[in-house]
């Protein structure tokens, strides 16, 4: 079983709702992403912290809130979602910067659906 | 826009041929690669890394980098009906921003 663990796994949600979005790494990672996963789309990068410093913000709505409070934890805060929105959420980490390093260890995904 | 190109498929190949899996960059500055393998309803999970021009071995499988052409591959030996994926290409364009192909299905027919 992965390294990464994401909660919920599942969550349905409607336009008005508020709704935060959890990823934990057990593997002494410092750097930390979100993505989004859309039916025949490339995996989009959404954020990426490292040390808990942002390093990217991929022109993400505002919609989308990350917060990074240690190396091992990331959240997504999600408010007043688009059905558009609906996709598949994925956290991953990675040791650091520079070649292998990047490698990234994804966690299994939240699956959200918007109503 | 920087980019990162595959076929996607499906690529369908008898069980025991050489799957070849293409991708190509437009960000000649690119300097990390990787193939990632997601099965479906699953994460993706890495295959290999490859940095320098030329090919690298793991096993089965096989990368292949050509800077100058931009263009980097995945070979799949002696393919197995398990190798049957979605392979995702994804190019790493400096810090820690790594852009992904949209994949491409691989089906092993046993």
């Known amino acids: 079983e992965t390294g990464v663990t994401q909660t919920p796994r599942h969550l349905v949600m409607g336009m008005t709702n508020k709704k935060s979005l959890k990823c934990e790494q057990h593997?002494?990672?410092?750097?930390m992403y979100w993505y989004k996963q859309s039916a025949k789309k490339p995996l989009e990068l959404m954020f990426v912290?490292?040390?808990?410093?942002?390093?990217e913000n991929n022109s993400v709505p505002s919609r989308f809130s990350p917060e990074c409070p240690n190396s091992s934890h990331l959240f997504l805060h999600l408010h007043t979602l688009q059905p558009e929105d609906s996709a598949l959420y994925l956290c991953?980490?990675?040791?650091?910067?520079?070649?292998?390093?990047?490698?990234?260890?994804f966690g299994p995904g939240t699956r959200l659906l918007v109503l | 826009q920087k980019e990162v190109e595959q076929n996607s498929g499906p690529l369908s190949v008898p069980e025991g041929a050489i799957a070849s899996l293409n991708c190509t960059y437009s960000?000649?500055?690119?300097?990390?690669f990787f193939w990632y393998r997601q099965y479906s309803g699953k994460s993706p999970e890495l295959i290999m890394f490859?940095?320098?021009?030329g090919d690298k071995e793991d096993g089965r499988f096989t990368a292949q980098l050509n800077k100058a052409s931009q263009y980097v591959s995945l070979l799949i030996r002696d393919s197995q009906p398990s190798d049957s994926a979605t392979y995702l290409c994804?190019?790493?364009?400096?810090?820690?921003?790594?852009?992904f192909g949209a994949g491409t299905r691989l089906f092993v027919k046993a």
């Open positions: 593997l002494g990672h410092n750097a």
């Open positions: 994804a190019v790493n364009t400096g810090g820690f921003k790594t852009i």
């Open positions: 912290y490292n040390f808990k410093e942002q390093t």
């Open positions: 490859i940095y320098s021009n």
């Open positions: 960000d000649r500055g690119s300097q990390s």
């Open positions: 991953a980490s990675s040791q650091d910067r520079g070649g292998d390093r990047l490698t990234q260890y």
